[in-house]
């Protein structure tokens, strides 16, 4: 079992918040220095769409790839090492993007890219969800708010490198430079979870978990769509001018960023099922809209609405899940984080499909019946009993490990 944090020990809730969201931006950090390149990198290494697409398939196979590995290695040396490691490597795996010279060297770093990047995924999840329990009341929408801010902040410093010319090797370097100056700083602020007995390495989820992936599932089948096809949607069925085609997506990216800083206050006045539903119903509502009445008012309108719906579900669906009372948090995220990562994987090859026999508007009804599942869904599942947190005062050590009985936390 996970050992207990040692009697004497204490947390500073602060600095152990600040460290986390630091954490997360780097990682955010990380991505979109990588995203804001690509089409630089397509440029230099003379890649057709089609030869880029199937390039980037590479990322996710290596994401997929890192699921039950993150949730094994975390058991073994803890949320806290592994973060660090991932980071730092998920960074070096950065630099080596700008240091590809051909499809094949850009497939694997990018597998390598996408493997650490999970990696970090579920360990600094691992630690939002102790901080979590520390505060009592839900902060995990906060974190991935700060991914997301991370998203706009590296879009920017991208666009500065693009407009003065400076290779995406040099970019990615200086970022290796402030990650790893991030991590040294925050790293000794991290809550250390050591493991003497991890368990076993594989525990079949149960069926509370099983639900929480599914409305990860959902959600992310939306958000994967909108990332995928909310430009081609604005030009093909919207018919936007051409210097609006990219608006939609902006919307979208600015209340789902935004709305991840509201979420947790939200969570905290109404519960966690209540969150999923608003979230669900927000979702489809958008989606119909921008169906319905295909003009750019409506329709960014209803991207607004999507992204503010999408927001929350996945900071919650984590939290819900780092609280497992029959799974290490880590190995609990990595459950999850497999069964909705497959609609991140699914959804956007889907709409494609679709769109092919019939239109992108068909496919987009597709999505919207998607928010109306993570409303069904968490409306059937047992949510909120599970989201409160023992009542933890300010002195007492925070341990990452699932709950242990009476007896045991008095020895």
């Not at 950065?94 to 850009?106: I, M, R, S």
């Not at 190995?331 to 709409?351: Q, R």
Request: proline residues 4%.
């Amino acid at each position: 079992m996970f050992n207990s944090a040692t009697p004497n020990s204490s947390v500073n809730k602060l600095a152990l918040r600040i460290a986390v969201g630091a954490m997360f931006f780097m990682a955010g950090l990380s991505f979109s220095s990588w995203a804001s390149r690509i089409a630089t990198v397509q440029q230099t290494l003379g890649l057709s769409d089609a030869g880029l697409g199937a390039v980037l398939f590479a990322l996710p196979v290596g994401l997929m790839c890192s699921l039950p590995f993150s949730g094994w290695i975390i058991t073994k040396i803890g949320s806290k090492k592994l973060v660090i490691s991932a980071l730092i490597v998920y960074a070096l795996a950065l630099v080596t993007l700008g240091l590809a010279q051909n499809a094949f060297q850009l497939i694997i770093c990018l597998i390598c890219f996408g493997f650490s990047s999970n990696a970090v995924n579920i360990a600094v999840n691992t630690q939002a969800v102790a901080t979590e329990q520390l505060y009592q009341r839900p902060i995990m929408a906060f974190f991935h708010g700060l991914w997301s801010l991370a998203g706009f902040t590296g879009a920017g410093i991208g666009a500065f490198m693009i407009a003065n010319g400076i290779i995406p090797l040099h970019h990615f370097m200086g970022m290796l430079i402030v990650i790893a100056l991030g991590v040294l700083v925050a790293a000794r602020y991290l809550k250390d979870d050591k493991v003497t007995d991890a368990g076993p390495v594989f525990v079949m989820p149960d069926k509370s978990l099983i639900k929480l992936g599914i409305i990860a599932f959902c959600s992310m089948i939306c958000e994967g769509a909108m990332f995928d096809w909310s430009v081609i949607y604005f030009k093909k069925v919207v018919l936007a001018p051409t210097a609006l085609v990219g608006v939609g997506f902006t919307t979208f990216m600015f209340t789902m960023a935004g709305g991840r800083f509201v979420a947790d206050w939200f969570a905290h006045r109404f519960g966690l099922k209540r969150t999923l539903q608003v979230s669900g119903t927000l979702t489809a509502t958008g989606l119909a809209i921008a169906v319905i009445f295909p003009y750019v008012p409506t329709a960014l309108f209803g991207f607004l609405l999507v992204g503010a719906g999408v927001s929350s579900v996945v900071p919650m669906v984590y939290s819900a899940a780092g609280k497992s009372k029959t799974m290490a948090p880590g190995v609990a995220l990595a459950a999850v984080s497999t069964i909705g990562f497959l609609g991140f994987l699914v959804g956007p090859p889907v709409i494609g499909f679709i769109a092919g026999i019939a239109t992108l508007r068909a496919s987009f009804v597709l999505i919207a019946c998607m928010g109306i599942s993570v409303v069904v869904v968490s409306t059937k599942a047992k949510l909120d009993q599970d989201d409160k947190t023992e009542n933890i005062t300010e002195e007492t050590p925070i341990d990452f490990s699932p709950p242990v009985s009476d007896l045991q936390q008095r020895d």
